[in-house]
């Protein structure tokens, strides 16, 4: 299994401009977590779905952040516009089952707003 | 709100000692206390877990100590080696809340050969 995918690692961009970032998870995993970590923050949930469906978007940080999970094995975070307090590591996670806390993440999209 | 704290934020340890790293929570409702260990450029990966219904687990060199009454847990590495150098950050959940995790700040461990 090749784990969790995400895509891009990299991305650098413009204030205003619109990012989407990628994620796949693991094949049967059916629970999807997006996180966020920074050096004043470390690991912020930001949502998660359970089935192809948001269950929390408490972290969501405010309405410039949306994501989606169209199907089971495709998830997107897109943040538009994108500012300079944007900039963060973004990391996917799946897991077997909500509930069953084991999560595998992905290695991270790095975000820099300039 | 900080539903869990971790200490120190930074760890120095000589090659062979004993790491220690301390987490405390407030939610009596947690049911879960993973420790994950990151490494620079990858993503966090579950390092040993513990539920509230056990004192004490062991993984190797890896033991999370864990206190109900005081709502503390903490990780022990013993033999500490230059390849444990990485990123540490424990972690708290609830069953009923979705298990989703909420992690500490995080310790970024040295150890020096």
């Known amino acids: 299994d090749a784990g969790v995918i995400q895509s891009p690692r990299h991305e650098v961009t413009e204030m205003g401009q619109e990012v989407t970032l990628r994620c796949k998870p693991i094949?049967?995993?059916?629970?999807l977590f997006w996180y966020r970590q920074t050096m004043m923050r470390g690991l912020e949930l930001l949502i998660y779905f359970n089935n192809n469906v948001p269950i929390d978007d408490s972290g969501m940080p405010e309405d410039r952040f949306s994501a989606k999970m169209p199907n089971a094995s495709f998830s997107t975070l897109k943040i538009q516009p994108s500012e300079p307090r944007d900039s963060a590591v973004y990391f996917c996670?799946?897991?077997?089952?909500?509930?069953?806390?084991?999560?595998?993440f992905g290695a991270g999209s790095r975000l820099t707003v300039l | 709100q900080q539903q869990v704290k971790q200490s120190p934020q930074s760890l120095i340890v000589q090659k062979g000692g004993i790491s220690i790293i301390n987490c405390a929570y407030e939610n009596t409702a947690f049911d879960y206390f993973p420790w994950y260990q990151q490494f620079p450029g990858k993503g966090p990966a579950l390092l040993i877990a513990?539920?509230?219904?056990?004192s004490e687990k062991k993984e190797g060199r890896f033991t999370i100590s864990f206190n109900k009454s005081a709502k503390q847990f903490s990780l022990h590495i013993m033999d500490s080696q230059p390849g444990d150098s990485a990123t540490y950050f424990c972690a708290v959940s609830d069953y009923n809340q979705g298990g989703k995790l909420i992690f500490g700040q995080g310790t970024e461990l040295s150890v020096k050969p």
């Open positions: 996670a799946s897991s077997l089952q909500s509930g069953a806390n084991v999560l595998t």
């Open positions: 094949s049967g995993h059916n629970s």
């Open positions: 513990i539920r509230p219904d056990v």
